[in-house]
């Protein structure tokens, strides 16, 4: 306890819960402006000389394995695919970084009411993200902004682009990435590895560990707490007072706080919330509005497996530096609403033996894996509707390793996903026979999420929502949600850059409110 | 702190369904450097026709499936039971050693116990071994790790050529 920087008693420090995208640049926007930090991540933290190249060694090592349980279209016992280290799933994320559109912040006012789904508009608009975009983009080394150029284009995305425009796409090219093309602040450039979602080894991809919480801990106001699993968030009246959390020998700290942000990724933050539920707050901390935990979204997930009359080789290259944006945008007459996006996929033999001939065997199965090196490989993610029951909750007995009730993933695919998945389906099977493709598969409902969002939505009303749109929640004042649970709709976008260009305007915010005196 | 438990990864395993062959490679890494016991070699046997069986890949040695199920068999632990009931089921409908037969009649008789449960627990263990073995990489076309040789920046991540004509 004694070698702790700050004291456990110190109620002037920050605590933030999660060192991922919204956690762990938060606490160095913080931390740079001299404001004390403690930052407690239930994983543990990674050395560089831990990320090798290979998948089936990585996996182990940062992935979220406690237990969690998917319902109704979530994959049973596997529905989220997120990470536990320092860094969160900034390790495994692709690092795509689009921007949302305009519309997709206009959700309701753009679609209309939906039946099923709870749609709303963002509280904020396009442009009043648009200069917290531009600083994340900067902070991240975006590639197409800022000077940065595009990384060069790999063998699949070659065939994506050739194929896009046989079908008259034009909006196309190797998409915003946060992947240094070039070494730069001590980090590598691309080598085009290809093992983007297992971590990059030579650091060329954006990932909190090396970049934010490096900055973080050259200041003198920041304290990581690696393996700190927390357990309860404790308050007084409407005001929170400290956390509690576990240490790698299961011992219970309690650690004081002015101000607590959580950013434990959606399932994760909706979880402490309910976990924290006490006589104030019968229902969960901060959820007078029924709305913690509630429309959970993910994105519409699906895959396309083109055998090209050539060899593609899908696995050389960052795994998704190439993107179609044509179908990004809102066009009712396909049949559903939102877009998609078609992006480059690098899949390794063994998760595609997985994915596409789950159940075959024999001949069927082995004399298609054996043309692997014909394969080229889309993916659509589009817009996922939120809707009040898709939800994250606690199930009433089942306990984990810390003692903790189990997060239970309750998740069912609106019927707007199901006519997006066959329209985009259709467009990428197009896309791959327009070059000569000898065999087209599909793979659906087989992805875990990777894109968490809602569970703690903001907005003006507390009736109808968790926090302002400054991510503080309606109920207390010094409690703030620093994630993507803050989304009220999913957009078709990877959502990692909205969350650091969220943080980054909470961080002023927070800094006003102290100004102040609020908080 | 608990650990997860290796019986909780296993199930997890066996059911998962994107990241199995990930969640395989990591369980039954450990395996490797379990060693065979001798008595065990009959098993090994029949297991590694076995998998050969479920995932024929004709260029691949006998040799090499046997090192396969030398790796699947602990994944198998506390299947035993399971294991030999369905071996016998497979003898019982050859009339004798269902390993002696024509690969043919083995793939028929195969075919016949796929809704075993038995035989769900032994393909997925079996493709989650299988697709990370280097050997099966090297047949297939896959590079694997090439941060040794600087990634694939200079060794062909762009070297597509029968799209010309093609745009």
């Known amino acids: 306890m004694s070698d702790y920087k700050f004291s456990l008693e110190d109620d002037s420090v920050a605590v933030i819960i999660g060192s991922g995208a919204g956690g762990g640049t938060l606490a160095n926007q913080l931390a740079q402006q001299g404001i004390d930090v403690v930052c407690l991540e239930a994983g543990r933290r990674l050395a560089p000389v831990d990320i090798v190249n290979d998948e089936a060694a990585m996996f182990p090592k940062f992935t979220w394995l406690d237990e969690v349980i998917g319902e109704g279209d979530a994959l049973p016992n596997f529905p989220l695919w997120i990470c536990k280290t320092v860094g969160g799933t900034t390790m495994h994320w692709t690092a795509a970084t689009p921007r949302l559109q305009a519309h997709e912040m206009r959700a309701l006012s753009t679609y209309g009411e939906i039946t099923g789904a709870s749609l709303v508009d963002w509280p904020i608009s396009l442009a009043d993200l648009e200069p917290y975009y531009a600083r994340a983009e900067r902070m991240m080394g975006v590639t197409g902004t800022n000077g940065i150029p595009m990384l060069p284009g790999n063998n699949n995305f070659k065939v994506l682009e050739a194929g896009g425009r046989k079908l008259g796409y034009t909006d196309i090219d190797t998409n915003r990435m946060a992947i240094n093309p070039e070494p730069k602040d001590g980090r590598g450039g691309c080598l085009q590895l290809g093992f983007c979602t297992s971590g990059c080894a030579t650091q060329a991809k954006w990932c909190t560990l090396y970049t934010q919480i490096r900055d973080a801990e050259q200041t003198d106001h920041f304290e990581l707490r690696p393996e700190s699993m927390v357990m309860k968030i404790l308050h007084e009246g409407d005001r929170v007072t400290a956390v509690q959390y576990l240490d790698t020998e299961g011992q219970m700290h309690e650690q004081k706080a002015r101000f607590i942000c959580v950013a434990g990724n959606a399932p994760g933050t909706a979880r402490l919330l309910l976990n924290s539920a006490s006589t104030h707050f019968p229902e969960g901390l901060a959820n007078t509005s029924d709305q913690v935990g509630r429309n959970y979204m993910r994105h519409m997930l699906a895959a396309v497996v083109g055998i090209m009359p050539g060899e593609v080789h899908i696995y050389k290259g960052p795994q998704v530096a190439g993107v179609i944006r044509d179908e990004t945008r809102h066009d009712p007459a396909r049949g559903f609403s939102g877009g998609f996006q078609m992006h480059t996929v690098g899949l390794s033999p063994g998760s595609l033996a997985d994915l596409m001939l789950q159940g075959k065997w024999g001949h069927e199965f082995t004399s298609v894996l054996e043309k692997y090196r014909n394969y080229a490989t889309v993916m659509i993610m589009g817009e996922d509707l939120p809707t009040a029951d898709n939800r994250i909750s606690l199930h009433p007995e089942r306990r984990d390793q810390y003692g903790l009730p189990v997060p239970v993933v309750h998740y069912t695919n609106h019927p707007n996903n199901r006519a997006m998945l066959h329209y985009g389906l259709e467009q990428c099977n197009k896309l791959y026979r327009s070059l000569g493709a000898e065999q087209v598969f599909d793979l659906k409902d087989v992805f875990p999420a990777t894109h968490n969002m809602g569970t703690a939505r903001m907005g003006e009303d507390p009736a109808t929502s968790v926090t302002n749109p400054w991510g503080q929640t309606h109920d207390i004042g010094n409690l703030f949600i620093s994630d993507g649970s803050l989304f009220p709709t999913a957009g078709c976008e990877n959502p990692t850059l909205t969350i650091v260009t969220l943080v980054l305007r909470q961080a002023e915010y927070i800094q006003q409110q102290m100004q102040r005196g609020a908080i | ?167």
């Open chain 2, 1 to 167: 702190m608990p650990r997860l438990s290796r019986r909780r990864l296993l199930s997890q395993t066996a059911r998962l369904i994107s990241c199995t062959a990930i969640m395989g490679g990591f369980s039954t890494r450990a395996a490797w450097s379990q060693p065979v016991v001798p008595n065990e070699q009959q098993a090994m046997l029949s297991l590694s026709t076995l998998v050969r069986d479920l995932f024929p890949h004709d260029a691949l040695a006998d040799s090499f499936y046997v090192k396969v199920a030398g790796i699947v068999q602990p994944g198998l632990t506390g299947k035993e039971k399971e294991y030999a009931t369905f071996a016998a089921a497979l003898d019982q409908d050859a009339g004798g050693s269902w390993r002696q037969l024509d690969p043919a009649m083995r793939g028929e008789i195969l075919a016949e116990h796929q809704d075993d449960p038995f035989f769900a627990i032994l393909r997925d263990t079996a493709r989650a071994t299988l697709y990370v073995q280097p050997e099966v990489w090297a047949l297939i076309g896959y590079g694997g790790n090439a941060l040794a040789q600087g990634g694939y920046l200079n060794r062909g991540f762009n070297d597509i050529d029968w799209l010309e004509g093609n745009k």
